[in-house]
């Protein structure tokens, strides 16, 4: 029998791998990105996905939106399929992009056909599965190295929402914005390695009763993620909110048992900063994320510096996503919880 954790740790692990299959991999997909994302045809970007990757959806479009400066939303795949005139009404074209590991992903595909036959309405995606029923259905992106094996997404998540935005910089005509997507395959490897000891650490000395992350722009849907990770993971009460947001009302939840996660930007960094010192003064453990640590994080019990403080918010997210993984994966071991198979869960959700 398989020891647990032995799926998900060489997952998280290989995603400096991952990272530059997918760059590689992007280097012959000019077309799709001419095709899709830059054309201005479109009046609106919807990207969809469940679960995990509806989380990573949300940063794609947050991205979309930065940098390509034009209307893009992020929603449930059961949106569109069920919803879809709450959230796109007539007259307008949109490009509906698939977020999807498997490819398999019920909802997702009747979303995709959904809208397949519409006038108005183009379909693309981005999987791990070239050869699966959504790639049939739509022309997709591939992370070639993204498949896994354990239930939860890990190298998978970073690899595609990697690809996605490096595509959209792309699309963009954004060579700055493109040149830092490299630089953070160049970082990777440095901030999985030291993620790894950094996350173990924290764990074997901490004693948590509940975990709450944080964050705002594209890192809001990151920490929604990091929630669900450590959920799925571990079985721990855990919550995800907009970083000033959770001031207003959420915070009562804070007690000595509690670590909050900051995933900090650069451009909102003085007010995310005043949330946590507050959330220390309640008794709260906080871990700051961080492209650098500075006299203004002195207060915090943890921070883990990603480096790439020269680049964008958004380009460095994907960063802040191993440290955040490896948490979820060593606080599972410690409640003797197997990370790789987490109760009621499956790869691919069927409907």
Not at 319 to 337: C, D, E, M
Request: with cysteine; net charge negative.
């Amino acid at each position: 029998m398989k020891q647990p954790g032995s799926l998900t740790y060489p997952e998280i692990s290989a995603q400096p791998e991952a990272l530059e299959a997918a760059l590689k991999q992007l280097e012959g997909s000019g077309e799709w990105i001419r095709k899709y994302l830059a054309d201005p045809g479109f009046d609106e970007v919807i990207f969809i996905g469940s679960g995990s990757s509806y989380y990573q959806a949300q940063t794609m479009a947050a991205t979309f939106r930065r940098w390509m400066g034009r209307s893009a939303s992020a929603l449930p795949s059961s949106e569109i399929y069920l919803f879809r005139e709450n959230h796109a009404p007539a007259g307008r074209r949109y490009l509906l992009v698939g977020v999807s590991r498997s490819g398999e992903s019920t909802e997702v595909i009747l979303a995709l056909d959904s809208v397949a036959g519409l006038p108005d309405w183009t379909v693309c995606g981005i999987t791990c599965h070239g050869e699966s029923r959504m790639a049939q259905l739509a022309d997709c992106l591939v992370s070639p190295l993204g498949r896994e094996e354990s239930t939860v997404m890990t190298k998978s998540l970073s690899s595609m929402t990697w690809m996605m935005q490096a595509a959209i910089a792309r699309a963009a005509g954004k060579e700055d914005a493109f040149a830092e997507m490299q630089t953070v395959v160049r970082l990777d490897r440095d901030v999985v390695g030291r993620a790894d000891s950094f996350a173990r650490r924290l764990v074997d000395e901490g004693n948590f009763n509940k975990y709450i992350y944080l964050g705002m722009g594209s890192y809001y849907g990151l920490s929604q993620e990091a929630c669900l990770k450590i959920k799925e993971m571990s079985y721990v009460w855990t919550e995800s909110y907009g970083t000033l947001e959770f001031r207003h009302g959420p915070k009562s939840v804070v007690d000595p048992g509690t670590l909050v996660v900051l995933l900090l930007s650069e451009k909102a960094r003085s007010y995310e900063l005043q949330v946590a010192k507050e959330m220390k003064q309640y008794g709260a453990t906080v871990l700051l994320v961080a492209a650098r640590a500075g006299e203004d994080t002195a207060f915090a019990d943890e921070v883990f510096e990603t480096g790439g403080a020269e680049l964008g918010d958004d380009a460095r997210g994907v960063l802040y996503l191993p440290v955040l993984q490896y948490l979820g994966y060593y606080t599972a071991l410690k409640k003797n919880v197997d990370p790789d198979h987490p109760r009621n869960l499956t790869q691919v959700v069927v409907i």
